[in-house]
């Protein structure tokens, strides 16, 4: 225990870093033998939510609130999940994307930890909705960001206008560093997966290692450089495809 009260979690207006310093198990509903830590949420001011599940062995998920699509990540630990007719056991760094309204199970194999992203989904002008989908990120093939081979981009989900959420991997060489600071319409939620480095958010600077949380208000000023001997990487989530006008319209009608 810090008497002190010392801690590097931040929350600003637009932004928040999220420490395992900080944490705090919450009941899951509906999830049997599982517990959660929620870091983003609306609370936050965040339009949607993201949380570590941690589920013991035999463990079993609950399903989302109605019209809510959900995505996880393995973080440690395997699980088996069923969606429609798939099937597949899902080690570290296996990830799976359950759309809205569509029953699927998830089951530890072992004590487990899952990041969690979940949102309300946003149909695509009345056209097809997204398929289930069941990876590995090691599977993945990784791009060059623009550019630079040192900075490693993994794209888990299908760019594709009935998706309406991004999960990516990035992962970076020792002194590699977004080529630009960011400012864009897209909301971020993201976790430190290995190494460390500095995170530009807003005009505030913020050493981040494995384990730390990232809220990212649309159009927060970011950057990033991965610092130290080994690579940095971290998960993100970003909303895509759809225009707010028109997708807040159709809520309010």
Not at 84 to 112: C, D, M, T, Y
Request: glycine share 10%; proline share 6%; with cysteine.
């Amino acid at each position: 225990m810090d008497v002190y009260g010392q801690t590097r979690s931040r929350l600003a207006r637009d932004h928040a870093l999220i420490t395992p310093d900080t944490h705090v198990d919450s009941p899951l509903v509906g999830w049997s033998n599982s517990t959660s830590i929620i870091h983003i949420s609306p609370e936050i001011g965040a339009r949607f939510l993201q949380y570590t599940a941690k589920m013991g062995s035999g463990g079993k998920s609950g399903l989302p609130g109605n019209g809510v699509e959900r995505f996880i990540y393995v973080d440690s630990g395997s699980v088996g999940v069923d969606v429609g007719s798939q099937s597949k056991a899902l080690g570290l760094g296996g990830f799976a994307f359950l759309p809205a309204n569509v029953e699927h199970q998830i089951e530890a194999n072992s004590n487990s930890t899952l990041i969690v992203f979940e949102k309300l989904y946003v149909p695509f002008d009345g056209k097809k909705v997204p398929a289930p989908v069941l990876g590995e990120a090691d599977n993945v093939k990784g791009e060059a960001f623009m550019g630079d081979p040192d900075a490693v981009l993994q794209t888990l989900l299908p760019i594709s206008p009935e998706y309406d959420m991004a999960i990516n991997i990035f992962t970076y060489q020792p002194g590699a560093t977004l080529p630009q600071v960011e400012i864009h319409v897209m909301e971020h939620g993201m976790q430190m997966i290995a190494g460390q480095g500095l995170y530009r958010l807003s005009e505030s600077y913020y050493p981040v290692g494995k384990g730390d949380v990232i809220w990212m208000a649309s159009y927060c000023p970011q950057w990033f450089v991965a610092m130290g001997k080994q690579p940095a990487a971290y998960i993100y989530y970003k909303d895509i495809h759809r225009d707010s006008l028109t997708d807040r319209q159709e809520l309010i009608q």
